[in-house]
């Protein structure tokens, strides 16, 4: 079993860019693919990036994933902030462990 | 176009048991896994269970493992997740999702609107 842990919040001005982190724990980060989701507040969560760093259908450019195993951790980076990205967003992965699915604790973005 | 409906939530009390639901359509049901994913209104997202596309493979999270079973019927493009010996601390808002593959859990590429599952006496 592992942990991801991401900040519990981040702010950022509108046009700039803001960058998440989801560090593992234990074992390598590249062990499994990080998903991340976008929740806005009342609406069911979204995928904004899948298998690290493929960008679904739909999703604007801005939204970009990496890994970095140095540090064991992926990373969200949107750039060219909107009111709209305003919203918490989770990073998931896969536990081949005990064949089980983890999710981050979450991390709300604030875009002022 | 992609539809989950979670249907079966509501309350009950400490001990008892709930079913809940979860009719999918707009995509070919029998070939990909599905999961539960609940969320303590307000605080985070908690996977609670998979089921690959044929049944062969399931998987809990060990807050449910031996109280939720899930199973699915391929016939009627429904998703299932009984629910027992329920506890306070399952009370929350209940996602069906999809998966982007057929099993080992992969990206949900798909979510219900939930089925809020509430737990008091």
């Known amino acids: 079993n592992f942990l991801l842990t991401q900040p519990h919040s981040v702010s950022e001005s509108p046009g700039k860019t803001v960058t998440i982190s989801c560090t593992r724990n234990?074992?390598?980060?590249?062990?499994?693919?990080v998903q991340w989701y976008q929740q806005r507040p009342g609406s069911s969560p979204t995928t904004v990036i899948y298998e690290d760093k493929q960008r679904p259908s739909g999703v604007p450019d801005r939204f970009s994933g990496s890994i970095d195993s140095s540090s064991n951790s992926a990373s969200l980076t949107i750039s060219g902030l909107k009111t709209e990205d305003e919203a918490d967003y989770y990073c998931q992965s896969y536990d081949s462990g005990n064949n089980g699915v983890v999710f981050g604790g979450g991390t709300k973005l604030t875009v002022l | 176009e992609v539809h989950l409906v979670e249907s079966g939530g509501g309350l009950a009390q400490p001990g008892r048991s709930l079913r809940l639901s979860c009719a999918a359509s707009g995509f070919t049901f029998n070939t990909y896994a599905m999961h539960w994913v609940r969320q303590i209104p307000g605080k985070g997202l908690e996977w609670v269970s998979g089921?690959?596309?044929?049944?062969?493979?399931?998987a809990y999270a060990d807050s449910v493992k031996g109280r939720f079973t899930i199973s699915r019927d391929n016939a009627k493009n429904s998703l299932y997740l009984q629910m027992d010996i329920l506890r306070p601390e399952d009370t929350a808002l209940y996602y069906c999702?999809?998966?982007?593959?057929?099993?080992?859990?992969?990206?949900?590429?798909?979510w219900g609107q939930g089925t809020l599952v509430t737990v008091s006496s």
């Open positions: 234990s074992g390598s980060i590249v062990s499994n693919f």
């Open positions: 999702a999809k998966d982007k593959d057929a099993s080992g859990w992969n990206n949900f590429d798909y």
């Open positions: 089921i690959s596309w044929n049944s062969g493979s399931v």
